[in-house]
């Protein structure tokens, strides 16, 4: 590694290794890498490859039922962080090394503003609250969160996915770390926002000659934004293959982009049949948040006006930047929001019309993959009872049964045999995607929205969700709403593309294909 | 949960169980036999009686042992019945809110500004004497405020969790999601207050022995153990301390115990386990 002879060593790690406390099989072992200050690592490998337990161990943030191997080297600087205290630790995070997280909404504080989070970083930090508040706005301000007087006095669920993203960014780099780790830090923006974060996330390194660890499943992010890769596989460090495997930049990175283009589906059946019965039809839909808030605009339509129609077996892609209310769209179709104005019918009947049994009933049949998979399941059930339960809960199997084919489902979806007695937080959060996705599909519903069912996952295990999914719809007339704010991804699978901005459907397409 | 609990505390508390479960097969002597009135009333501690005999010379280790049967066993049921009760009206007024919600809330701030003991000596005074099982339920009937206000706050807070809405999305009926998906959930929040109202219920029990509206003899309890010293107290300091004793070390192991569990509870919220 050339750039450590020239430069000093802003974190140095000698095979960390990593294992459950009940001594099962090592999350993560062997890795080692130098990294020099101001420069940046990008970690790869397929979701459940130990890539976020590795940022866990290097933060000293791991949970108690896992711990790190005895005889790993662990320097920030010229501080040995393998035998530090929790104290000591603790004062190194936040301060010197700072994570940004995979689901945000699990990392910040529901009742607290945005503002008061930036500002906690600086004040458990020594900083007086005055300054960290003053501060913490400049930050807001700096991650494009602008104005930032309004967005600081949001709390996390007032904001939509990317803001929410990038206030964990304000946070880790308010006190100016040596190390910054971030974990799929843009799998929740559209392109666009994703460019800007990143390039926002190289600005603030830049002036504070912060080392950077990637983590992405992104080959094309890590192939543009890192000097260095490390591949990661089942918890080891592997070679890169290929010709050019000596390099900085290996060949994996490239073959699976190829590999990912191989893969082509074809269009929905609706682009040919244009008769196909409609199955979910929306009219002019008004979504508000009404609820108490800090913030003055408290009513304002996170939806507004929106119209569009989908037919039994028909896959509708709904892009857009973060922000626009997609996933405000997502909720209000599964009746968790209140519909404001408009209507939604599903295959004839008024959804806001019907409630308690009748609407548990037609549950069975609309069916949502939510954003925050991970956040969806519930912590204390492992995956094979949370499959199971779909079917159970609307009759459909019971007892053993269920749990057979919850195990089925399981495996259909790509997760290995070990994941069916896992309970979500044993699972990285690819495979928790993957246990939300197989639990929607349990019940075998009509209609399935999606909302950005591949954020977590790596290349490959995309193109085998895309191609089930598109089985499903092909074989058994499954029509899917599927909302992302990957281009690319969408149109493969989706036969018509609804942009949505502001709260709004840009241009309605009409039944014909225009993709 | 994955509280580390303080083996103090528990070796205290699993002592004092034992020591009541097993009070008949311990206990030296029956617990009113009258040894000796004439030679053997007033004695202090002695290798013979290790911690004394009373007025009546009955043995009071064995009166010990087996008032710890009646303090704890009444205390135990107590807690069962202000944990069912206060469970089920917090989980209603959770997940009904609106209306039944602020009802019942109300009705519980009400109740708990009125002192416990006042409205145990009502109770008692209008039911005349009790014996153990209707005590128990007395002491469980006037304490389950707190657990319903704690519960409430827990279902409420569980209810609004995404896996909830991911629960619902699915189309899991309201029995069962209370059942499956809250009420684990809820266990940690449940041991806490099981451990408070039990610190709780044993000095009740006891205050309301000693005034002779508990407990009574021949039973005994460590409440009216203390009653039998009442004439010289200072002289015959063994009938003082030791029920004394006993009640202080239980009521500080179980209400350490409940502030290990609530510290446990705070570590899963910490590391995002819950």
Redesign the interface.
């Known amino acids: 590694m050339p750039a450590a002879n020239d430069r000093p060593l802003a974190l140095q790690v000698r095979d960390l290794g990593v294992r459950l406390t009940s001594g099962a099989r090592p999350l993560l072992e062997g890795v080692s890498f130098d990294l020099a200050r101001g420069a940046s690592l990008g970690v790869v490998g397929p979701s459940g490859a130990g890539k976020t337990t590795l940022a866990l161990a290097l933060m000293g943030l791991l949970?108690?039922?896992a711990a790190v191997t005895p005889g790993a080297t662990l320097r920030l600087g010229t501080t040995p962080l393998h035998d530090a205290s929790p104290e000591t630790r603790r004062l190194v995070r936040g301060r010197r090394m700072a994570m940004v997280f995979q689901e945000p909404?699990?990392?910040l504080h529901p009742a607290l503003s945005v503002q008061e989070q930036v500002a906690e970083v600086g004040i458990v930090h020594g900083l007086p609250p005055e300054t960290a508040l003053r501060r913490a706005l400049d930050q807001l301000a700096r991650v494009g969160l602008v104005p930032a007087a309004t967005f600081g006095a949001r709390r996390p669920h007032e904001l939509s996915g990317g803001q929410r993203q990038r206030v964990l960014l304000a946070m880790a780099m308010f006190l100016e770390p040596e190390v910054l780790i971030a974990d799929e830090p843009t799998t929740a923006l559209d392109p666009a926002l994703q460019r800007e974060v990143l390039d926002q996330i190289d600005a603030l390194r830049r002036n504070a000659g912060t080392a950077l660890i990637l983590i992405s499943h992104d080959p094309d992010v890590i192939r543009e934004r890192c000097d260095t890769v490390l591949h990661l596989r089942d918890g080891r460090p592997i070679a890169p293959e290929g010709p050019g495997a000596g390099g900085a930049r290996p060949s994996p990175v490239t073959r699976l982009s190829v590999g990912r283009a191989a893969t082509t589906t074809t269009p929905g059946p609706s682009a040919t049949e244009p008769a196909a019965q409609v199955l979910l039809e929306v009219r002019d839909l008004v979504v508000r948040y009404t609820g108490p808030s800090a913030s003055g605009d408290s009513a304002t339509a996170a939806v507004d006006g929106v119209s569009f129609t989908l037919a039994r077996g028909e896959t509708l892609g709904l892009i857009g930047p973060s922000g626009a209310g997609k996933s405000t769209l997502t909720h209000a179709l599964?009746r968790?929001l209140p519909v404001a104005g408009g209507s939604i019918h599903f295959d004839g009947t008024d959804l806001s019309a019907i409630r308690g049994e009748p609407l548990?009933?037609?549950?069975?049949r609309l069916?949502?993959v939510?954003q925050?998979a991970g956040?969806?399941?519930?912590?204390?059930?492992t995956a094979e009872t949370l499959v199971a339960?779909?079917l159970e809960?609307?009759g459909l199997a019971r007892g053993s049964d269920a749990r057979r084919r919850a195990r089925t489902l399981l495996d259909e979806v790509g997760l290995p045999a070990r994941a069916a007695a896992a309970r979500p937080?044993e699972l990285s959060s690819g495979e928790r995607q993957r246990v939300?996705l197989a639990?929607?599909l349990a019940?075998a519903p009509d209609l399935l929205v999606c909302d950005e069912p591949w954020a977590a996952l790596d290349p490959d295990r995309r193109d085998a969700i895309l191609a089930l999914l598109d089985d499903l719809r092909a074989r058994h007339g499954l029509a899917l709403l599927v909302i992302s704010h990957d281009h690319d991804a969408v149109h493969r699978l989706a036969s018509r593309v609804l942009p949505m901005y502001l709260g709004r459907v840009a241009a309605v397409p009409h039944a014909a294909a225009t993709t | 949960m994955t509280a580390r609990l303080p083996r103090g505390a528990l070796v205290v508390l699993g002592a004092m169980l034992a020591a009541a479960a097993l009070a008949p097969w311990l206990a030296p002597y029956a617990p009113s036999a009258q040894l000796d009135p004439a030679t053997l009333a007033w004695r202090p501690p002695s290798l013979a009686h290790p911690l004394g005999t009373d007025s009546f010379s009955r043995d009071v280790l064995s009166r010990m042992l087996h008032g710890a049967r009646s303090t704890l066993g009444v205390a135990v049921l107590a807690v069962a019945v202000s944990l069912t009760l206060g469970t089920l009206v917090g989980a209603l007024a959770a997940t009904a809110r609106g209306g039944i919600d602020a009802l019942l809330m109300r009705l519980t701030d009400a109740l708990l500004a009125m002192p416990r003991l006042l409205l145990l000596l009502l109770v008692v005074a209008g039911a005349g004497t009790l014996d153990l099982a209707p005590l128990a339920l007395v002491l469980g009937a006037t304490g389950w405020m707190t657990t319903a206000r704690l519960v409430r706050q827990e279902t409420a807070r569980l209810l609004a969790t995404e896996h909830l809405r991911g629960a619902r999305v699915l189309g899991v009926p309201w029995p069962r999601l209370l059942r499956r998906h809250v009420l684990p959930g809820l266990a940690p929040t449940l041991a806490v207050a099981a451990t408070a109202a039990f610190a709780a219920a044993v000095p009740l029990e006891s205050g309301l022995s000693y005034l002779g509206l508990g407990v009574r003899t021949p039973l005994s309890s460590w409440g009216n153990l203390l009653a039998d010293a009442e004439s010289l107290p200072l002289q015959h300091w063994w009938l003082i301390l030791f029920p004394t004793l006993a009640i202080a070390t239980t009521v500080l192991a179980a209400n350490r115990l409940a502030e290990a569990i609530a510290d446990g509870m705070q570590r899963d919220v910490d590391e995002g386990t819950r």
Do not use: I, K, N, Y
């Not at chain 1, 548990?360 to 069975?364: K, P, S, T, V, Y």
């Not at chain 1, 956040?375 to 059930?381: D, E, G, R």
């Open positions: 949970p108690r039922h909404m699990l990392a599964v968790l548990r009933r037609l549950r069975r069916q949502l939510a925050d956040a969806s399941l519930t912590p204390h059930l339960e779909g809960v609307h937080r939300a639990r929607a019940p």
